[in-house]
């Protein structure tokens, strides 16, 4: 069974939500968790729910990166913080993956410091999950979108090394045979969006082992055309978040409109199924977190608001990625590029 | 011991490995009592009984003994018990006790031989008078059955005699073994004790039997630990008002390292049970180590005694190693490092007397069940 590196100190309702999320998978896995942060208080938190000790081991760090923290300075500042430990101890080999809920910055930063780049990437990318429409039955109701954060400004490799590392990922963890890759453009045409998504086109178009689609517009993201859309970093984050927004924006309308009138609340109710069933697919703590491709080592970002049970999935979805080895599924991808 | 003179104290012998870890040098465990009683429950204890619906529980007396299945390791540790007596040449005597019917005790007492287990008594509990009187309510009373069988066998036992008990997180074996260890040590007022037993509406039968028996016992501090075995992983912490004599373990690898510290068992027997659990019951070393540290954390093992089990362990091949001899100039950082952060280290846990009123409120309220179980 894979050992997790699971930062304990990082995100909004940590050491809390983060200790109960391990303890939770430590009762219903055999997947061995190595918590990293202060140690009597995890112990303290661990002692107050049900836990399996056998899976659980923990690792004292003194300190902790803030959410608000500048990154940089923070990891220059603070040797002994939680993800940097996390980090050093998959270097070391004492896990194999790491998990955190904390700063996204400081977890890249941390990762890039310890962590070795696949043989031939030339730059990592965070991947996220979301959920889309269906095109034919059995086919899996998330996509994966890459980058939503790691880098800025790409050029046409690295989009093709996006969607090669997109494709390991899909077929390995989300068990898709032939995964799909859009790039994300202003429109359908090859030619679209400029010189670095023209390129990457024709590159994708000609690459052999993935399935691409062609370009993805903005109105295409929640349909089910592609399994895996590439984009750089900046537009991709951007595109995450407007989903969220979306989301937020939808659930405060239809709570207000339930207040104002009978008949809307009627159709509210009738609808709430419905609603229900949208929620639920919507519900980013089943999905456990975006993993940071393009390293040896697998590194999983929760979200930063991440509940006991988003940080039980983000641990089983780091322990499936590194036993069905994506790392060296990617690197064969990278490899048959060069 | 510190500088040189500290390192060279902590030179490998033959076979060993450097170990620079603070605090590393063999602890002696408490010196071993003359005559020890071992009292274990049976359901969840040491046998994993199904009861968690109610056609496996009608199951359970129709088992045949080769069907009936035991919690990891017990089995090795109470061959350890006895046979560790025996070389010694001390007294041991290992006792159990059962809420289930004596219907049962044929394959019960089939089980035991098959695992090879020497024991000098077993107890069951007679429901068919209760089902001959119409009381149907206590058919599945076990704190009066218990504590009144309990305090029989305490007068039986050879005086001066230390206790160890065995129970789960299943039944009311906690504030049963609480309540006999403070009656026998003369802890608990009659007439408090009479007041938690209404609380706990036992038979009123076995209420002026256990009152009696009360009077009848000469006082003495015997229960040296309660073993609870965490079979439905009970958070610990509710277990924290019993005090430091009640140990909650998720495994006996956890109880032999306790029972180890307390002297009853050499390491060869903590090892033995590590072995059981390693081949037997597809643990890994990294689990029982793991299980050593959880126990350490929890403030059940003083810490020398953890870091000196730990290296002994490792020797025994038990517990996967963590030293090598070309990396101590990395130790030696490691150990500055671990010295400027390391953390605090955690207070035992109070050991002030249990207040019973206050106890069975928490405990109920915490959906936890008292009185009306089967065992």
Known sequence: MPVIAVDAMGGDFAPDEVVKGVARASLGTTIECVLVGDEHRIQKILESVSYNPEHISIRHAAEVVEMNEPPKEALRAKRDASIAMGAKLVADGHAQALVSAGNTGACILACARHFRAIKGIRKTALASVYPRQTEYPGQDQLALILDVGATIRCDALDLVQFAVMGSAYARRVSKVERPRVGLLNMGAEPFKGGDVLAEAYQRLTTLPGVDFVGNIEGNDVAKGRADVIVCEGLLGNVVLKLIEGIADVVTDVASNAVKRRVVWRLGMTLLSRGIREIAHLADYTKYGGAPLLGFEHLFLKAHGRSTARAIENAVKVAAKAVRDGVAQEIAAGIQALR | ?375
């Open chain 2, 1 to 375: 011991m510190t500088g040189w003179s500290g390192l060279l104290a902590r030179w490998p012998r033959s076979g060993r490995r450097w170990s620079l870890a603070p605090g590393a040098r063999t602890v002696a465990p408490r010196p071993a009592p003359a005559a020890v009683v071992y009292r274990w429950d049976l359901d969840k204890t040491y046998l994993k009984s199904d009861f968690e619906s109610l056609r496996k529980m009608m199951r359970v007396p129709f088992e045949r003994a080769e069907d009936k299945i035991d919690e990891p390791g017990v089995v090795a540790l109470i061959r350890a018990l006895k046979t560790s007596a025996r070389q010694e040449q001390r007294a041991a005597f290992v006792y159990f006790i059962s809420a289930s019917p004596p219907q049962i005790g044929r394959a019960i007492r089939e089980k035991l031989a098959l695992d090879g287990i020497e024991y000098d008594g077993i107890v069951f509990k007679d429901q068919l008078q209760h089902l001959v009187r119409g009381r149907f309510r206590f058919l599945r009373e076990q704190v009066g059955f218990k504590l009144a069988e309990l305090l029989k066998a305490r007068i039986a036992a050879p005086p001066g005699a230390v206790e160890f008990l065995f129970g789960d997180d299943w039944e009311s074996d906690p504030i049963i073994y609480s309540l006999y260890a403070d009656v026998i040590a003369g802890r608990l007022e009659h007439d408090a004790l009479a007041d938690i037993l209404v609380r706990l509406r036992i038979d009123p039968a076995r209420l002026v039997e256990i009152k009696a028996l009360s009077h009848r016992i000469a006082p003495a501090d015997a229960v040296r630990r309660i073993f609870i075995n965490l079979e439905r992983r009970t958070p610990p912490d509710r277990f924290r008002s019993f005090g430091a004599r009640l140990v909650p373990t998720f495994n006996y690898f956890q109880t032999a390292l306790v029972l180890h510290e307390e002297g009853v068992v050499p390491l060869t027997a903590v090892v033995e049970v590590g072995r059981s659990l390693l081949e037997r019951s597809a643990y890994s070393r990294e689990r029982l180590r793991n299980s050593l540290d959880d126990l350490a954390r929890r403030a059940y093992l003083a810490p020398n005694v953890a870091v000196s089990l730990r290296r002994d362990l490792e020797d025994a091949g038990l517990l996967p190693s963590t030293g090598t001899l070309g990396a101590w100039p990395r130790q030696l950082w490691r150990r500055w490092r671990r010295r400027r952060t390391r953390p605090l280290v955690r207070p035992p846990i109070t050991t002030a007397a249990i207040e019973y009123p206050r106890l069975i409120d928490v405990w109920e309220a915490s959906g936890s069940r008292l009185g009306g179980e089967t065992s």
